[in-house]
């Protein structure tokens, strides 16, 4: 009986010490479109406490990369959080053609919810196109569904898709009005500190003095010129240079312009103080989630491109913002009492006008002309028909049923695709359903479509441009393509079970979740990958 008791107690003292060796919340940041080379380029400039604290302190993989194609925002939030490529969580795109609607779809909307603090439609969301948990799921399940998730960003998919299916809230932007609002998925009203947090009218707070640069303008020696052809303007009869009257800006296009000015990461993180404050994230023995996306950096980069003096002034003082978040997280949920990971929904190309002013290869792809010329050249061999339903993110997407009726094989359909696709200028490679399912296990761009294709929603083919091209043009930047530019992302550990460290070998993206759920001794979302990434554990 004594023995018996004994080893009880001691089987409940271990239970114990795993319990207290949890963190008692996890927050993963996603920078929309960090390239992993600005946390050098900007080095010198950055403050000790924010991007060089996290370095400094946790462990930094400098080789992390996405491995899959398109490369993109709603399917880089998805793998992030699931821990699987888009072939099994079924999020192929920000927005793709579905078959059985014939429409181009949003990868989170849901017509069944409704805006909650909204008029409008913005918060007509939810998870239910991912078909896989993610970590926040893989938390709540651990806690009998005590802990909670919750995801704050400007873009729906970002608030929504990291907390997973029983997320407790993703508070989002309409950029109507500057507040921050949900969907009917997670509640039926806005908690009262959120309608307290939007009575404040933060956004315009924030833009009242304009957007000046931080430091003086000949300081930004990592970026071009103020004012080169290669940034958009925030208006067509302005010029893309310092300094931006937010106000006016904000009355003429919403608050689009106060979301791509850094502003937007200030709001961001003024309103993660307040979900940790008024939620009581890690305040308790059930282990939480907090999601933060940042966009801004993601709105910035587009518009002005990854060697301007904007994206450089976002940095520096995301840089500042993300220092106050951990000085917040350490007050309120205490030094070595969270664990939190940092890293980006896919990276961004050099703007190409400016690559091929410097010689090197770069070029605008139309799309447009690529798909009417394909059409024609279908329509010219095999006979007028609706051969092709959609061409949307680099996938074509063939008229099954057209192509039975007129007893045609869909085998040289594709044929005469490749045949034409391969003679365009700017097309890298073809890849057809069966070289899509059957990737060559060397060759990077056919694991990454293989990685990125879902046999249920992708097209019958996938077009690979070549490096450096892309539908953009020449003014900002985008993103899509498996090339490093795209796929190269910052990856940081930070705080309670994370070694000191930097790893150098490759990681895949996918190796967070694995990561985190042996950090914090909890069992892994279903599908999620298995490797970990060893250095960045605690013994
Ligand atoms: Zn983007």
Redesign the pocket.
């Known amino acids: 009986m004594k023995k018996l008791f004994v080893s009880s107690f001691l089987a409940l003292m271990a239970c114990l010490a795993i319990a207290q060796d949890q963190p008692k919340l996890i927050v993963g940041i996603v920078v ?2 960090m390239r992993q080379d600005y946390l050098y380029r900007y080095w010198d400039k950055f403050g000790d406490d924010g991007f060089k604290r996290l370095i400094n302190e946790g462990h930094l993989c400098k080789n992390a990369h996405f491995n899959f194609v398109p490369t993109h ?1 709603g399917n880089g939030h998805a793998t992030v959080f699931t821990g699987a490529q888009p072939k099994n969580h079924g999020i192929i795109a920000n927005n793709w053609y579905e078959r059985a609607s014939g429409e181009m779809i949003n990868c989170v909307s849901d017509p069944d919810q409704s805006s909650i603090g909204s008029e409008g439609d913005l918060g007509k969301v939810g998870p239910h196109r991912m078909l896989a948990p993610t970590l926040g799921d893989a938390i709540r399940i651990s806690n009998q569904f005590k802990g909670k998730s919750i995801g704050i960003s400007f873009k729906d998919r970002s608030a929504v898709l990291p907390i997973g299916h029983s997320g407790n809230a993703a508070y989002f932007m309409d950029y109507e009005n500057g507040n921050f609002i949900s969907s009917s998925y997670y509640m039926d009203e806005l908690p009262q500190w959120m309608k307290a947090f939007n009575k404040q009218k933060h956004a315009d707070r924030l833009s009242k003095d304009g957007w000046d640069p931080l430091l003086a303008i000949e300081h930004y020696t990592e970026s071009t010129a103020d004012d080169t052809p290669y940034e958009r303007p925030l208006t067509a009869e302005g010029r893309p240079v310092f300094p931006y009257d937010l106000p006016a800006l904000n009355k003429e296009k919403g608050y689009y312009a106060f979301a791509t000015s850094p502003f937007g990461n200030t709001i961001l993180r003024l309103l993660a103080d307040q979900a940790i404050t008024n939620e009581d994230l890690g305040q308790d023995a059930f282990m939480d989630l907090l999601s933060i996306s940042f966009s801004t950096p ?1 709105f910035a980069g ?1 518009v002005f491109g990854p060697q301007s003096i904007e994206v450089e002034d976002v940095y520096l003082r995301l840089d500042i913002e993300i220092a106050r978040l951990l000085t917040s997280l350490d007050e309120r949920v205490g030094k070595d009492e969270y664990l939190l990971f940092l890293t980006a929904d896919h990276a961004a190309a050099p703007v190409h006008s400016y690559m091929k002013d410097n010689k090197i290869p770069a070029e605008y792809f139309d799309a447009k002309a690529f798909q009417e010329g394909m059409i024609a050249h279908l329509n010219a061999a095999l006979g007028e028909a609706e051969w092709v339903l959609s061409y949307s993110n680099q996938q074509v997407f063939l008229n099954h049923d057209h192509i039975r009726t007129r007893k045609m094989e869909a085998k040289k359909v594709m044929e005469e695709i490749e045949r034409y696709a391969l003679s365009y200028r700017g097309v890298a490679g073809v890849l057809s359903t069966k070289q899509l399912q059957h990737p060559l296990p060397d060759d990077q761009f056919s694991t990454a479509a293989n990685n990125g294709w879902n046999q249920l929603r992708s097209g019958d083919i996938v077009i690979q441009y070549l490096p450096g091209w892309m539908q953009h043009d020449g003014q900002g930047t ?2 899509g393509s498996s090339y490093n530019y795209d796929s190269h992302v910052p990856l940081i550990f930070f705080g309670k079970g994370i070694a000191h460290g930097v790893t150098l070998d490759p990681v895949d993206i996918t190796q967070i979740v694995p990561t985190v759920c042996i950090a914090s001794s909890i069992a892994f979302p279903m599908l999620s990958d298995r490797e970990v990434v060893s250095g960045a554990l605690k013994p």
């Open positions: 929309d479109q925002t993601d587009h985008s993103h």
